[in-house]
Structure formats: structure tokens, C-alpha cells
């Protein structure tokens, strides 16, 4: 008795140092079949558990039994806990928490789906037992023998006492097995946080050595360079109208500054690419070798973006704290453009002053607007272009920063500086000449200028550009800038195509536009044209508009009709009214000129009325 007794508690003792092995538990199950097998002298055992869904019980652990028999079981006959007529053993055991046997399988009702799995297995009876915890019933503990058998009551105790300590066993593996599930869950979340927390480290210290950079005035190119070493990839920043403000330099590839720049005036949606994460977005930008991939970042003022940072390749290339340190120099790099505009405003304010002054003829003030203009890095004494577009007349005071920063880009290399400003609806820029330099050299230039505002949706009030000087003295000012828009205002007057004018290009009109009294020409004017001019147009259309464009066009009356849109025939009237009125004839090539000089003088004379109206 003592024997059998020490059998038992050390077959359970290895149960329960499997257990704290932490074995898995289909080798616990497995073990458990095989204690209870050899402890109660019986050639077959096996552990069913209900499925995850509770519908089925499934053979986990068993001894003795073949594989083709658990499948069997498991796969085509499993063991139903619902919707049969006549219950198991197992199923009863599960569900009553009390043993069931079957002495016979052969004259067993329950059993006639397993007979033949029964019989190839080589069993004839069998007992399931509940596997009974505190709050519920895990499965069966099923024991099956060869030959015909009654399984006793004190069979039944001892299996009962067996499965019960089975029980115990699974539930302390279970217990071990979810406690080492949470444990690696920790440790998991442990290990993020202190990713999380040295990434935040990082992150910080990247933002304090931007922040320093930025309080000691390194500027955009210190901030963008630090940033390129950070990201170890090209970095640029460019203004949102394309103005490159850095981009990589030393050994590192820089990105490709045209495709950056088209691509600053382009809508977020039409560029960006599914991929984003915060405030980066990819764009995709063509090219003619293909499409490129690039990161951008906006740095904004007032949630206004006011420059794109830049960088190559995708969001999903960048590492974590590649994106924070993105993010993060948006802040940065938006003081530093906030006290670039507003040092650069203050600058363009003070250079707004010195151009009303010179062109509003203060001459009084000569000798602080030299020294001022000096200041500024503007050379006065030196011979001055003077170029005229005309603008949005709202502006008075004060440029706007787009407009500013574009003509900066273009006048950068220039020294002494060149000075920029509004005036009577004009922008006029004073562009620095070498005594040597024609004036009509500086075509080139006066059409940069053009092309600032009227790529910016001024396409009306930037069609035309006069170029006139140089003015070698500050008394010159006044008049050239009058030659200047007298030519912006004469072009329009005349719907000339859009362009750049030089005084070269107008002859005699040219001339006529410096005079500074054109009392003596108006007479001119009036001797030649004094019957058209005082024809009533009650009387039929005016007939200067039809002069001045059969001059235009080589006195062809086809190619007038098509200008004026009218028919033929009304030219050819028209010229006949105008012969007889002025009693010339416009086939001579005296009265031909005569007529042609008083047109450009009546022209002139226009204009100059027109700039009575609309000066400053």
C-alpha cells in the first residue's frame, strides 16, 4: 500500500514539475493521459477540451492512441456538445460534471458513429471523467481498456482525485502560460516607451541646436545645413514663388533646384502623392529623364506657408526621427524668414522713401539721400537706368514681399545695389549703369523686371516696361521717370503688343516724350488734325482711330477693316472724309508725313493728358 502511495504522489510530482518547467500544454495534456494511464493499468487514455467556439470537444493530449484514431475524432466524427439525440459519455462527463462509462461500445447507441474507429483502436470500454476546476469544467479525462470492463467506484474516486489535480495542473499552465504572454506584452511596451523616450531626447536635442542656431543669426543656410548633416540626404528651402533660400552644398548632392522651383506655385493636391504623415507629403515632380520622388515640409507664419523644406526619396525611407527633425525645423526656419522679411521690409521701406524722394524732384534733400542710399548699399553717384512698370496703383506705400523677394533674386549679383519702389502706380527700379553702358543695353534687364509682376497674375497692368536715362545726377530723376511712363502710358494708348520700350524704339515720339512743354506741339497738332479732332461723332465713327491705324498699316484698306473690325467699304469712306476734311492727300508723300508727324505729336499729347490723370 505504502508502494502504490509513493507511485501516485510522485507520478503527480512530475505532473507538477512539468508545470514549472513552463512545458506547453499539449505536452502537459500528454503527460497527464500517460500518468493516468499507468497509474490505473489501462492501455489507452486521452484529454479532450472544448473548441475555441465551444461546439466540439477535440483529443489535446492522449497515450496509447494512434494518430489515424485522433484524427479520426477530430476531423470526421468529432465529439458534438449540442444537437445530438444521444449524448457521449464524453459530452455527459463534460456538461453533467460526474463520470460516465460505457462497459460495451458494440451495444452502445451513443457510440455507433465510433464503432469502427473503436474497433481498429482495439477498445472495448472506456469511463470519462470532468476535468473540474473551481469555476468551471476544462474537458474529460477519457481511459479506455482492450477487454470488456466495469470501472469500479473506487476506480471512479481515484480517477475523480486524478483529474482533479489535472485540472489543477492545466489551470497553473494556463495561468503561467497568459502571465508569460503579459510579460512579454510589458516588455514589448517597455522597450516602445523607452524608443519612444529616446526618440523624444533626440528630438529635443535637435530642436535646441536649431533654436541656437537660429538666436545666434546663423540664418536659413546655418539651420538648412544642420539639417542636411542630421538627415544625412540633400535638403533645400525654397519661398513658395521658388526663390532657392539653400540648398545642399560641400560634397552633398543637391536637389534639382528647376523641378523644386516649378513646383512652388503648384496646388498640394495636384503634386501630392498618397503618402503623407503629419505635415510631410510626398510629391511626385516630372522631369524629362522620368518622375522624382521628394519629401516637403511647410514653414508657415500664421498658418500661411511662406517656404517648402525639401528633401529626396519617400516618407516611408525616412526614420523616425528624420521626420520629427523635419517637422521640428519648420519652427525654427519661420523665425528666421519672419526677421529676414521684416529686416528686408524696413530696408525696402527706406529705399521706397529714397526713390519718391529723387523722382518727386526733392532735390533739397540731396546730400542725406546720398548718404542714406550709401547706407543702404546703393551708389547714386553713379550713372542710374531708370525702368518703369506699370502696377497695381493701390500700392502706394509699401511693395508686396513676393514682389520684393523676386526682384532680389534678380538684382542679387548686382553691386552697387539697384533701388526698388512704388510711384504713381508704377513700380520703378533704378538700375546702376558703367559710364560705358548704352541705354539700350539694358533691355534685358528692363524685361527681367517686366516679367516680375506680370508672373503674378498683373498680366494687364505688366504688359508694358520703358527703360529711359541714365540719369548722372539726382535733378535727373524726376524727368526720366515722367519719359518713362509717358512711353508705358503712349503703348498702351496705341494697344502696342506687350514688351520692353526703349526711347530708341519710338523715333521722333521718343524725343517728343522728353520735351518738357508741349503747349507749342499741341498747336502743331491742331493746325494738322484740328478737323478730326473736332469732328462729331454724332456724325458718323471717329475718324482718327481710322487715320492713325491706315498709317499703322501702309494705308492698306483691307488690313485696316481687319484691325477696326469693320467692313471695307467704311474704310475706304473714312479716308475720303478725312482728305476732304483736311484737304490733304494721303497718296503724297508730303502730306503723308505731315500727317504722320502731327499723329505722334497728338499721341504724345495724349499720353501726357493721361499722366495728368493718373499721377501721383
Sequence with gaps: MAEHLQGWLKALADVGAAVNRGVSLGELLDLIARTASKLMSYEFCAITMPDAASQVLMIEGS???????????????????????????????????VPVQIEDFGNHPAMLVWRDAAKDQGFNSMISVPLNSADETLGTLNCYTRSTHHFTKEEE????????????????????SEQAERITVLNGLNESLEEQYELQRQTEAIHERLTALTLEGGGVRALGGALTEILDRPVAVCETNGTVLYNTEGDGASLPVALLANAADLPLPDVMSAGSAGLLAEVNLPDTTGTGTFVRVPVMIKDKVIAWIWTSGTISELRPLDRQALERAAAPLALELLRTRTATQTEWRDTGEILSALLSGRVHEATALLAEAERLGHG???????????????????????????????????????????????????WPMVPTTRIDQMRGIADKVRRIPSGHGQSTDAAYVAVTGPATNIADYPAAFATARGAVELAALRKSPPGTIVLSDLGLTGLLLQLPDVSALNRYADDVLGPLRCYDPAQGPSLLPTLSALLNNNLSAGKTAEQLHIQEDAVVEARRQIEALLALDLSRVADLTRISTALEVHDVIETRHRQGNTSA
Design 63 to 97: 497515450y496509447g492512441l494512434s494518430a489515424d484514431y485522433i484524427r479520426e475524432i477530430n476531423a470526421t466524427h468529432p465529439i458534438r456538445l449540442h444537437g445530438v439525440h444521444t449524448p457521449t459519455p464524453s459530452v455527459q462527463a463534460f456538461t453533467m460534471g
Design 157 to 176: 474516486s481515484r480517477l475523480l482525485m486524478l483529474a482533479g489535480q489535472a485540472a489543477l495542473a492545466i489551470t497553473t499552465s494556463r495561468l503561467r
Design 380 to 430: 547714386l553717384s553713379l550713372p542710374h537706368a531708370v525702368i518703369a512698370v506699370r502696377f497695381d496703383p493701390r500700392t502706394e506705400r509699401t511693395l508686396p514681399h513676393w514682389l520684393t523677394a523676386k526682384f532680389a533674386q534678380v538684382a542679387w549679383q548686382i553691386s552697387p545695389k539697384p533701388l526698388l519702389g512704388p510711384y504713381g502706380g508704377f513700380v520703378v527700379a533704378l
